[in-house]
């Protein structure tokens, strides 16, 4: 087991170190910056996770000096409501959880993104220390600061851009994720390969098995590379500018797949893997990315045992979701894609035949 490695996300005053490592919920008095005059933390957590990990991080906060006090909100995405969150304000009434204390999220990105949300809200904003237990809240939703909850009208229409104090993803933890939950956070990860770190598709290359498996070297490897990654992409472009928007590669059908499959047949980073299966074909057909990608994307995403094809999607029903997108900026159908693992780039003006059609091969 090596030591902790501490990423710095550079946002001048509102900068925070995000710290990936082994262990490190049991020694989390340790890694803990406890604010100056803090005295209660909220642990806002779901049941799962508290049966898991709530006793080791309230014992860390008691070590820390603080009282904590648990607010446990149901398992899944409807806990992102303004019911649930509602509930929430009510119970750090009661505490009082006061402008100097800490709330602390120890969850998935589900409890991340409530437990950040009522953090920004709370006295006009509070500190908050994100705990991820999922993959996917470790390298993608516990870092960069955007919080929110969802409405009947759409996902994360409400919301606010707070930094944490800190994010400590200890590695441990994804030991006792579900495995699908695992694969899905995966396809994340195997992202920050093709945008930026190619090391990260190595690795997973080289030990797909053990990486579904929840191996904590392997996993920690690739989980610090894809946190640089978006350090540094957040750092750059705090807010949704050029060089974020590489972070939603296999995102633009990824997003229409789980619309049209109405949210329930694949997890997010099983969309996202079929998604970058269609960027990488796309990109190939448009002469943008080298030849070879598409292959190397589906060998893969096969070996991690992510989705790959088996999608009919009703070309219609694309185009319109894809047009919403387009509206909202007022210009042709944009792409990130990749130009070679490692590269990214947005492209603009892709034509909507070229689209059809591989997302026509996804079937
Ligand atoms: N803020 C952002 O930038 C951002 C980015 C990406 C996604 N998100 C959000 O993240 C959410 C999805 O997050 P998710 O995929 O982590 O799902 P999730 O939070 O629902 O967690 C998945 C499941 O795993 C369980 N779980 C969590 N940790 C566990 C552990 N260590 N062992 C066993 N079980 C565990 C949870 O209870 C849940 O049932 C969505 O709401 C999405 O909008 C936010
Ligand atoms: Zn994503």
């Known amino acids: 087991m090596s030591a902790p490695a501490r990423l710095r996300v550079d946002l001048a005053e509102r900068g925070y170190d995000v710290v990936v490592g082994e262990g490190l919920l049991a020694g989390l008095a340790e890694h803990l910056p406890v604010p100056a005059h803090a005295e209660r933390a909220a642990l806002v957590t779901n049941a799962t996770v508290d049966r898991l990990y709530g006793d080791a991080v309230r014992a860390g906060l008691a070590a820390a000096g603080l009282e904590a006090h648990t607010i446990t909100v149901p398992d899944g995405e409807d806990a992102k409501s303004l019911s649930v969150a509602e509930t929430g304000y009510h119970r750090l009434a009661a505490i009082p959880l006061r402008r100097d204390d800490l709330v602390v999220a120890l969850g998935g990105g589900v409890v991340g993104d409530l437990a950040g949300f009522l953090a920004a809200t709370w006295h006009r904003g509070v500190a908050v220390a994100q705990l991820p237990t999922t993959l996917l809240a470790q390298v993608d939703a516990a870092v960069g600061g955007k919080t929110g909850i969802n409405l009947p009208e759409g996902k994360n229409l ?5 930094q944490p104090l800190i994010v400590l993803a200890d590695t441990q ?4 994720l579900p495995e ?7 396809g994340e990860v195997a992202k920050y390969g093709f945008i930026d770190d190619v090391a990260v598709l190595e690795r997973l290359e080289a030990e797909p098995a053990a990486a579904v498996a929840g191996d904590p070297t392997v996993l920690t490897e690739v989980v610090r590379r894809g946190v640089a990654v978006k350090a540094r992409i957040v750092a750059a472009d705090e807010r949704e500018g050029a060089e974020r928007m590489l972070l939603n590669y296999g995102h633009t059908i990824g997003h229409a797949i789980e619309a049209l499959t109405g949210y329930t047949r694949y997890r997010h980073g099983e969309a996202v893997a079929l998604g970058m299966v269609a960027a990488a074909r796309l990109g190939e057909r448009l002469g943008v990315s080298e030849t070879g990608l598409a292959a190397r994307t589906v060998a893969l995403l096969d070996a991690l045992g992510l989705p790959t094809g088996g999608v009919r999607l009703d070309p219609g029903a694309v185009a319109e979701v894809l047009a919403r997108d387009k509206k909202a900026r007022g210009r042709g159908l944009r792409f990130i894609l990749c130009a070679t693992p490692g590269r990214a780039e947005v492209v603009d003006d892709v034509p909507a035949g070229a689209v059809e059609e591989v997302c026509a091969s996804l079937a």
């Open 173 to 176: 933890t994804l030991a006792t």
């Open 158 to 162: 409400v919301g606010a851009f707070h």
């Open 180 to 186: 699908r939950e695992r694969r899905a956070g995966l």
